[in-house]
C-alpha cells in the first residue's frame, strides 16, 4: 500500500504486466503499448522533465530482481538502465539529468521483520556513477522532485529511528542533504518518562501515515494519509476537503491534482 507499509517488501506499490500511455488522458483517448513484461511483472512508471522519456522499474520473467528501464513514449527504444542482484524501483529524473530511484543496494535488513532495508540513490542517465542519496534503516521510497528542485519522498520508520512503525513525507536536496520531515509526526512522538527513559508517545504510535507525495507548482507537497489529502503546512499537514478518499495522487502543471 501507499499509506502504510509496515511489512512491504522491495518492489513497486502497483504491479501489472504492460505499461501503456493514454493520449490525451481522458476517456476514448489513443492507448499506446509501451512495455509488454511478458511473463515478468513491471511498475512505478514516471516521465522525463522533457516528455521524451519514460522510465519505469521491471522484473524480467526469470529475473528475481526489479531493474530501472527506460522507453520512448512510442514504445521504441527500450533500454534497461540497472543491473546486479538489488531491487531498483520508483525511478523519477531530476533537473540534473539524473536519476533517482529506491533501492536495496544500502545492503541491510529492516530490524524487526527482516526484510530488505531500501534507500534512495541516483545514478547518471545511463545507468553509471551510482550514488547514494539517504542511509536509512527501514524504507525510503517514491521520490518526486518539487518546483523548488528538493527531493520528497516517502519514508517508514520504525522502532529505535523514531516512532513505532510511522510513515511521513521526507525532503532532502538532490543530493541528499538537509533532510526534514514536511507531512508527520517527526520526532514528536518521543518524550521522557519522569526524567529519565524516553517511552513512545501513543499519540503517534502507529497513528499517522502518508503516501503518494505530489510536489505542487507553488512548493508545497500533497499526500494521501489517514486524514484525507493532507499538503505539507504543518506537522501533520494541513488538510483538504474533496468529498472522496484517493488512492493515488498526481499534480498537475496548473495545480490540479
Known amino acids: 500500500t501507499r499509506a502504510y507499509f509496515e511489512a512491504d517488501t522491495p518492489s513497486p506499490a502497483a504491479l501489472g504486466g504492460q505499461l501503456y500511455s493514454l493520449v490525451p488522458l481522458q476517456p476514448g483517448g489513443k492507448l499506446t503499448l509501451l512495455c509488454d513484461a511478458k511473463g515478468g511483472v513491471l511498475g512505478s512508471p514516471s516521465v522525463s522533465y522533457d516528455a521524451k522519456r519514460v522510465y519505469f522499474s521491471m522484473a524480467p520473467k526469470g529475473d528475481a530482481y526489479f531493474h530501472i528501464f527506460r522507453v520512448s513514449p512510442d514504445g521504441t527504444g527500450l533500454t534497461q ?67 523548488m528542485g528538493m527531493l520528497a519522498f516517502i519514508r517508514c520508520d520504525n522502532f529505535l529511528e523514531r516512532a513505532k512503525v510511522e510513515t511521513h513525507i521526507h525532503e532532502t536536496r538532490p543530493d541528499g542533504t538537509a533532510g526534514q520531515v514536511i507531512i508527520g509526526p517527526a520526532r514528536t512522538g518521543i518524550r521522557l ?39 505539507s503546512a504543518t506537522a501533520g499537514g494541513s488538510r483538504m476537503k474533496i468529498g472522496y478518499w484517493p488512492y493515488d495522487i498526481s499534480a498537475l502543471s496548473d495545480g490540479r491534482l
Do not use: C, M
Open 81 to 147: 538502465i540497472t543491473r546486479g542482484p538489488f531491487h531498483d524501483f520508483d525511478p523519477v529524473e531530476g533537473p540534473d539529468g539524473r536519476i533517482a530511484f529506491s533501492s536495496t543496494r544500502i545492503g541491510s535488513r529492516e530490524e524487526y521483520h527482516a526484510i530488505y532495508a531500501f534507500s534512495l540513490f541516483s545514478s547518471n542517465a545511463d545507468g553509471s556513477n551510482i550514488q547514494p542519496l539517504t542511509y536509512h534503516i527501514v524504507g525510503d521510497r517514491e521520490p518526486r522532485i518539487t518546483s
Open 193 to 231: 518518562h519522569r526524567g529519565a527513559a524516553a517511552e513512545y508517545d501513543s499519540r503517534w504510535l502507529r497513528k499517522y501515515g502518508a503516501g503518494s507525495p505530489a510536489p505542487l507548482p507553488n512548493g508545497r507537497v500533497a499526500a494521501i494519509s489517514q486524514k484525507g489529502l493532507v499538503t
